[in-house]
């Protein structure tokens, strides 16, 4: 028995690859499993390579995990393009088309030689069973259930649900090709047998989500009645899902005709007195820089969602990277901060996403959400939100008094002014891009100009002592220390506690709020640090210069980087980490060395 599989699959796009992982993790959702969907493309608008990861385990899961433990190859041209993205070993159990002709010792995984190698006839037994070729990925089911322990009722329930709209015929046909996976497994068993153990019995009903719907539907209990935008990948469910479900809540939904009018859009809904919202991904933020610093210099407040994708320009369209840290922070014109959030996982994808608006509320500002491809669009159980524990906050309305003289952006010890909406009796005021009193007159006073400045930078300095955007694990005297965000937070998270497990004394810090910088908690972070490492998927390592900017950094803190779709695995900061350990060693066996 295993607690846990890692499966890897690539095919051709048609091959079904997606669909089949879609169903084994809804079966693992439904038997109580932990879990994780991961998928990839090639950037061909059709056709072209598609794989999917699963990672299923007994136990929570905290990102997609490392070695396949099982790679399923449709196709090897397919399966080789996806290189670190499903990574094989020594204990991997390999699963081709026999008909590709490659012989089992012969398979293209460079530098390696798998646990098992089993060539199938996968697309002769889709033939055969189900008269059509399509029928490969439901064979795949079955050679899976078969082989490793996977509940065969439960992924039936699921295809049967999904291909309810193709007839009985199809159903049945695909009912004989998982049969016939089944079969095929039972007669040829695996030399070593490695079956997943049943789930830890638990009551609580998991839910199946992914990243965009779950930032959606949180833009919605957070109050948003507006979204404006235009489709591009890896955002455009999140348009998808409010086009759907808005209109329920009495709010509207615009696809604008490009990404500029799109968050126009966004900002005059903020001005008439609506929570808005709009979302997009690198090329996207790129054209909605000047609406973004209009909103600035008006003090609207909105959210605009960033998927990040691998950049520059069009560039990687369908795979993860976190290179848009240094557009967010610094894309505007002026003296210009923005906050900017990330989310660690499909689940934390909620609460960050209220928080947003919550931020954009208060301090009446522009907030980004920057959240990546992986976190976006891979499906993850998750266990049930409980909203009631979750704040909601509207913006600062005027007063009946305020509104008498009303001054829009009256200087106030907060240095947030009361925002009146169209309508509102006495509240009528100027909102424009250029400089402005505090009545909302054209300025051109340099006075005037730094006292503006002033405000608007000055209202986000509490924002910074906000504790709990900022994760700590670990022992807190540790001398060794990690950082990670978004994404790659997950993998982070299990390569300390791998570390904590070897006797090594690690701590982590996970900040969902990377900007503006809080001095504080870093410098309490760095505190007992003298080694470390900065993880994330950018080739610049744009956290770590940013942070560099801010705070005085650990000498030993390095950065460790990668450029997006090569994944950074727990298994390899697992390593860096012995290897900042031994370097800590040394250290100390130097300074206990007599000295002449």
Request: charged residues 20%; aromatic residues 6%.
């Amino acid at each position: 028995m295993t607690s846990e599989l890692v499966i890897g699959m690539a095919g051709a796009g048609g091959d079904g690859i997606v669909s089949a992982g879609e169903s084994l993790i809804v079966a693992a959702a439904v038997e109580g499993y932990h879990a994780i969907l991961t998928k990839s493309f090639g950037s061909q608008i059709r056709g072209g390579e598609s794989s999917c990861r699963l990672r299923v385990s007994v136990d929570p899961v905290l990102n997609p995990g490392g070695t396949l433990d099982v790679a399923v190859a449709l196709n090897w041209d397919d399966f080789l393009r996806f290189g670190a993205e499903l990574p094989t070993g020594g204990r991997t159990v390999v699963i081709y088309e026999s008909a590709s002709g490659v012989a089992p010792d012969r398979v293209p995984l460079a530098g390696i030689v798998p646990a098992e190698v089993l060539p199938v006839p996968i697309g002769a037994m889709a033939r055969e069973s189900a008269g059509t070729e399509k029928a490969k990925n439901t064979v795949v089911l079955g050679l899976l259930a078969g082989w490793f322990g996977l509940t065969p009722e439960a992924i039936l329930a699921g295809l049967h649900r999904k291909l309810s709209k193709k007839g009985p015929e199809v159903i049945a046909g695909n009912d004989r090709a998982f049969a016939a996976g089944l079969w095929h497994a039972a007669e040829h068993p695996l030399a070593a047998p490695r079956r997943l153990a049943l789930p830890r019995p638990s009551t609580a009903r998991k839910l199946l989500a992914d990243g965009n719907d779950i930032c959606a539907a949180a833009a919605i209990f957070a109050g948003c009645q507006f979204f404006g935008g235009y489709p591009i990948t890896p955002s455009t469910e999140v348009m998808q899902f409010l086009g759907r479900e808005l209109w329920r809540y009495g709010g509207a939904v615009l696809q604008a005709e490009d990404e500029i009018a799109g968050l126009g859009a966004v900002v005059g809904a903020s001005f008439a007195g609506r929570k808005a919202m709009t979302a997009t991904s690198g090329p996207g933020m790129s054209l909605k820089t000047e609406m973004l610093g209009l909103a600035t210099v008006a003090e609207l407040p909105l959210v605009c969602v960033n998927v990040q994708r691998g950049g520059p320009s069009t560039g990687v369209p369908t795979k993860s990277e976190q290179s848009d840290l240094f557009q967010a922070v610094f894309s505007a014109h002026g003296d210009v901060v923005r906050p900017v959030l990330a989310p660690t996982s499909v689940a934390d994808t909620f609460a960050v996403t209220v928080e947003a608006f919550n931020i954009a509320e208060e301090f009446q500002t522009p907030v980004i959400v920057l959240s990546d491809q992986e976190i976006a669009q891979r499906k993850e159980t998750v266990d049930p939100i409980d909203t009631s524990a979750i704040r909601v906050v509207d913006r600062r309305r005027p007063r009946a008094e305020e509104l008498v003289g009303y001054e829009r952006f009256r200087l106030t010890d907060s240095h947030v002014s009361p925002l009146s909406q169209p309508g509102m009796e006495g509240g009528n005021y100027l909102a424009s891009g250029i400089e402005h009193t505090e009545t909302g007159a054209p300025t051109a006073s340099g006075e005037v100009h730094a006292r503006m400045n002033e405000k608007r930078l000055r209202k986000l300095d509490p924002l910074k002592e906000r504790s709990a955007l900022f994760e700590v694990e670990g022992p807190p005297d540790a001398p060794i220390g990690l950082l990670a965000w978004g994404s790659l937070a997950g993998s982070a998270r299990e390569a300390r506690r791998l570390a904590a497990a070897e006797g090594l004394k690690v701590k982590l810090l996970v900040p969902r709020l990377l900007y503006p910088v809080s001095e504080r908690a870093y410098h309490s972070f760095f505190r007992s640090v003298t080694r470390g490492l900065v993880i994330e998927q950018s080739h610049q390592a744009q956290l770590y210069r940013v942070l560099r900017m801010f705070v005085d950094v650990p000498r030993g803190m390095e950065p460790f980087a990668r450029s997006g779709a090569n994944p950074i695995r727990p298994e390899e900061i697992l390593e860096r980490v012995r290897q900042q350990a031994m370097a800590l060693q040394r250290v100390h066996e130097d300074e206990l060395q007599p000295q002449e």
